[in-house]
């Protein structure tokens, strides 16, 4: 669906007010796309310089979601949006939600990414770091793109990836548990690790919210819940 199907009204003030949403949702995005990548890069070089960065861009990206919170509630009071509209507000609602929890589990790794630094590296798991962390921030971009874009297609190949990052993660938690049975001298070093990769593990299950979202938006279906070919059903329309 083009985004021209979005916010084409008589009144100049709603199609300002809509566009204002939008940006700001992208902005928000862009902000915390760049934690994730930062946060990322932080745990991998022990640069706690740059984690700190990450912990308190947390104000801005908390501001940007009390500011389209409020903007979505004037636009549902003043405007009374129906249809394609209301679905564009519910979907921005929701998505708002799950970049403040990205930008949240970025200053989880960010906050690993400094223990770490002060404790030395760890001998194991930075592989996976990479990999997972690497996966996640590139569905992260997708999700962002593709509810710029109004594509529900790409939006089922971020949810795609989403299944091959759980399996990622599955993994290199054995991999890693087995490490620490073999040298109990790494466990606290090797589980700042699993808390790492396990808050990139969720940052993929948000990104597969935002990608939902957009299929709702664009759609006008729930696909929260089912599995990827029901969702790939969905949205081409195959019985």
């Not at 995005?29 to 310089?49: C, N, P, T």
Request: charged letters at 30%; aromatic letters at 4%; glycine letters at 4%.
């Amino acid at each position: 669906m083009d985004r021209t199907h979005f916010g084409q009204h008589s009144s100049s003030q709603f199609n300002e007010e809509m566009e204002s949403i939008r940006s700001h949702l992208m902005e928000m995005g862009g902000l915390v796309e760049k934690q994730v990548i930062d946060a990322l890069q932080a745990l991998l070089h022990a640069d706690s310089e740059l984690a700190e960065k990450v912990i308190t861009t947390e104000d801005r990206v908390d501001d940007l979601e009390k500011l389209i919170d409020s903007e979505c509630a004037r636009v549902l009071a003043l405007r009374q949006p129906a249809a394609s509209d209301l679905r564009m507000i519910i979907a921005v609602s929701k998505t708002v939600s799950d970049i403040e929890r990205i930008g949240d589990e970025s200053a989880k790794v960010a906050r690993m990414a400094i223990q770490l630094a002060e404790e030395g590296e760890s001998p194991r798991g930075y592989v996976e770091v990479r990999h997972i962390g690497n996966h996640v921030r590139t569905m992260l971009r997708d999700a962002l793109d593709a509810f710029a874009r109004f594509d529900a297609d790409r939006a089922v190949q971020v949810a795609a990836e989403d299944n091959e990052v759980d399996l990622e993660y599955r993994s290199a938690m054995r991999s890693l548990v087995t490490f620490m049975m073999e040298d109990p001298r790494s466990i606290s070093r090797v589980l700042n690790i699993i808390w790492s990769l396990r808050a990139l593990e969720r940052i993929g299950d948000h990104a597969r919210n935002i990608a939902e979202q957009v299929i709702y938006l664009v759609k006008g279906k729930d696909v929260r819940h089912i599995s990827v070919d029901e969702m790939e059903k969905q949205v081409r329309g195959k019985s």
